[in-house]
């Protein structure tokens, strides 16, 4: 999955790039990637309207439209979801722009197979959903009411009132979108790492004073992944791996699997706490 840094690259690259450009042809034949929308009912549905502003709410990303022929009346929702690797890719004043998932490790030619969606605006450029593992999503209306917060925008009092409820570990209330919205598995590493917090951490446990230490280090890793181009680039992610030292203390890093995901910690600076029965959780 694509986590919030990605998103937002893609996001503001819409923004930037694609919004105001009368769209006069979709390409939706992808009836995977449109799912369930049938072939054409993207075209019907997008043909003569523009994008307006470009969207997000943790992973989940979409494009508002303008009325038809003037009208003040919106348009539809265009989601767009990146899957495991997909990338936008605007063209203008034939220059194309890209945004979104793992960059590409080498400069071979695009396959036009590859390119899931695409929207064709009058001045001839165009956005498409570049997506090699055919894992991205493109639907009208997508439905975020089951989203939590967005980890970028939730506020400090929001925030350590979502963390600390129940009794679940803390990197698997990380995950939890209907909670937070927008942190991945990469990002709930990092942010613990960065906060010196066990991921099997019951957040029961977890002091006012240690919430909002992670409640930093979480913004902290956000805006650094963000100006990076994604969660690639935290501090401790290339230390993830057997034989990985912390890049603060040089102490071990530690795998075990945390929430149903590969989790990795510092064995030193995030051993885990006792409890209230005095037990390392």
């Given at each position: 999955?694509?986590?919030?840094?990605?998103?937002?690259?893609?996001?503001?690259?819409?923004a930037d790039r694609a919004l105001h450009r009368r769209i006069v042809g979709v390409d939706d034949a992808d009836t995977f990637v449109t799912r369930p929308h049938s072939?054409?009912?993207?075209?019907?549905?997008?043909?003569?309207?523009?994008?307006?502003v470009a969207q997000r709410r943790g992973k989940t990303m979409w494009i508002e439209t303008s009325g038809l022929d003037g009208s003040a009346e919106p348009g539809p929702e265009l989601g767009i979801h990146l899957g495991m690797g997909g990338r936008i890719v605007v063209t203008a004043?034939?220059?194309?722009?890209?945004?979104?998932?793992?960059?590409?490790?080498?400069a071979q030619p695009r396959k036009p197979e590859w390119n899931r969606f695409a929207l064709e605006f009058a001045d001839g450029g165009s956005l498409v959903l570049f997506d090699k593992r055919r894992l991205g999503r493109v639907r009208l209306n997508p439905d975020t009411a089951a989203l939590g917060?967005?980890?970028?925008?939730?506020?400090?009092?929001?925030?350590?009132r979502l963390i600390t409820k129940g009794t679940v570990a803390v990197k698997a209330r990380l995950l939890d979108q209907s909670k937070i919205a927008g942190v991945g598995n990469?990002?709930?590493?990092?942010?613990?790492?960065?906060?010196?917090?066990?991921?099997?951490?019951p957040v029961n446990y977890l002091q006012p004073k240690d919430g909002g230490r992670l409640y930093r280090a979480l913004?902290?890793?956000?805006?650094?992944?963000?100006a990076k181009g994604g969660v690639h680039t935290g501090d401790v992610i290339s230390a993830r791996h057997t034989g990985g030292t912390c890049p603060?203390?040089?102490a071990?890093?530690?795998?075990?699997?945390?929430g149903g995901r590969s989790t990795w910690w510092c064995s030193r600076e995030q051993a885990p706490w006792p409890g209230p029965d005095g037990r390392a959780r």
């Open positions: 999955m694509p986590e919030l840094p990605e998103v937002e690259t893609a996001r503001s690259l819409i072939p054409g009912q993207l075209r019907d549905a997008l043909v003569g309207r523009s994008l307006t004043g034939g220059q194309a722009t890209e945004g979104g998932g793992p960059r590409r490790r080498d917060p967005d980890a970028e925008h939730v506020t400090p009092a929001e925030f350590g990469l990002l709930a590493d990092e942010a613990l790492w960065k906060a010196k917090i066990p991921p099997a951490t913004q902290s890793a956000l805006a650094s992944a963000i603060r203390c040089g071990e890093m530690v795998h075990g699997t945390v």
